[in-house]
């Protein structure tokens, strides 16, 4: 795969996530969206620091790191995706509480049973 | 000395963990912990505040690299204004939120703190995308803390709009990077100029939708309006007085430094000033029908953001004007409406009701000081800060020839005024006599009313003293840059390894 492929990817995820969130009516499934439409951004983050044919910059070697610059992929958008997705599963362990909390107090996961605070 | 500026954010997030161990001693020595906490974060941030307003801007460098390669915060006068009326209203929250509240609230609030602080100071894209996520996540637990039908319905939907915006704002992070390589605010306000127009569009829409969730904006508010009232009243205070306003701190913050040049800042300010029209006429026409006070005081905020937005966008073609209004909004807006939810929304849950005729009974003394107080505050009436503020807007508006928009603003701006007085006018006609959980209640009540009333006077004499208000605003992007790239802004920014 090159990095074209990778961005269509990413756009694909995103789109979906952004669908799921919006149609979806149960919290559950809009959680599942909210996922997918994060490793979707996720993904575009790699794929922008990602260089045909190089290595993952994990410098090991004495060697790998005089020569690093030319032959390692970009390591800020990694070490960015790695708080990204911490903070990604923060989220998620948040609204699955929520959504338990959801169900017993609403007997169900269906947001469009939200409706006492209309107005 | 400016070193000082880095704690207001380590300290809280420190004592946020550590409230783990100081809970187990129970609930009013967490209490108690938080309130230390965040009074000395409160001294720091006045102390930083202060320097700024004598000398120059300051950039606090990490780690020993400088920007842009490293990480670094940025203090303008603004910031430092920003950072202290944060701190002094977490203060008065903390002493204000009686004694009902478990040690892991004061955990989350502290959390929320050093959020905050890192948000207003933070001079890196990425970590304003991961203090915002601190001040979402925390927020979301906060407005669910009841778990009641009500509190749970709110934090869902809050949750599920601030996770979509949260995501679309690091796609916006993402594409930026892409473009620029950098993440450091200055090098990409720097690069910014050479960006395409599409691209811009498309990345200025995504950072607005994306911060504009959590800055209640039109048309991306409807959370707003059921977490204010469904979270407990300390929280409806600081989302009020504190989340909200720093959200939009950001927002225009990256606004003024990624597309404000000459080719857009038409565009971008007739956008603005369209969304803040329509954020301030919405919500303050929503909010003259609640019943229900909490709410009503809920759409008044969105309806301040309004007039901020609209400050905000005056100010790209009269500085003088949009700057000043936006500062004294701001002001006025933190304490009035901190000191209306904390002294409503504890009135409220003691008289057991948020109903206009029921929710005042068990008003105390203090209660309906600040209740009338704060209302004439917001309201706009003549000592007080919000009449000032509201007077360099319109005449802001004026003076870019938005002659309709005044008739339209000030039409509503009475709209308002009605239904605050009401609420204002229940607190004080209420018979029955409450009584507060402990002393902090109501001192934090009577400093909050002090200082509506004396700030509004102090900022007038202090004109006519030749102190300059203007000096508090968005830092043009020239001399952003210019600070943060400068070597010999370094003697006056502190290196923290050395």
Redo the contacts between chains.
Sequence with gaps: MNALDFYALSVFLIGLGLMGVFLNRDFVKILISLSVLESGVNLLIVSIGYVRGRIAPILFSKELQASAVGKVVDPVPQALVLTAIVIGLGLLAVGLGMAVWMHRRFGTTDVSELKDLAG | MTKLAVYTFALPLLAGFLMWFVGRLGNRPAKAFSALTSLITTVLAGKVLLSLLKGSSIVVVFGGWRPPLGINFFLDPLAGLWLFSVNVLMFLAVIGSGTRYSWRFYGLLMILLAGLNGLIMSGDL?NV??FF?IVC?VS??LV?YY????S??????Y??LG??A??LF??A??LI??KT?T?NLAQISYLSNSWPALFKLVVFVLILVGLGVESGVFPLNAWL??AH??APFPVSALLSGIVIESALYVLLRLVGLFFLDKGAVLLVGQTLLLLGVLTFVVAEIVGFY?RDVK?ALAYSSAGQIGLMLMAFAVGLSRPDLGSVALVLLFLNHLLAKGGLFLSVGAVSDRSGSRDLDRFAEECAFSDKVVGLVGGLSLVGAPPFLGFWGKVALVFGLLAINMYALVGIVLAVMVLEAIYLMRISSAMLTAKGEGRQDCPGQALSLWVLSLLMLGAGVLAVYGVKKGVDLSRLRFTPKQEYIQTVYDVSAYKGGVDIDG
């Design positions: 990425f995308f991961v996520e996540l979301f637990a669910a778990r009641k039908r009500e749970i319905e709110a934090g869902v939907k949750f599920v996770s979509v949260s995501s690091l796609l992070i993402a990077y892409g390589g993440l309006f059921d009232p469904a609640q709410r």
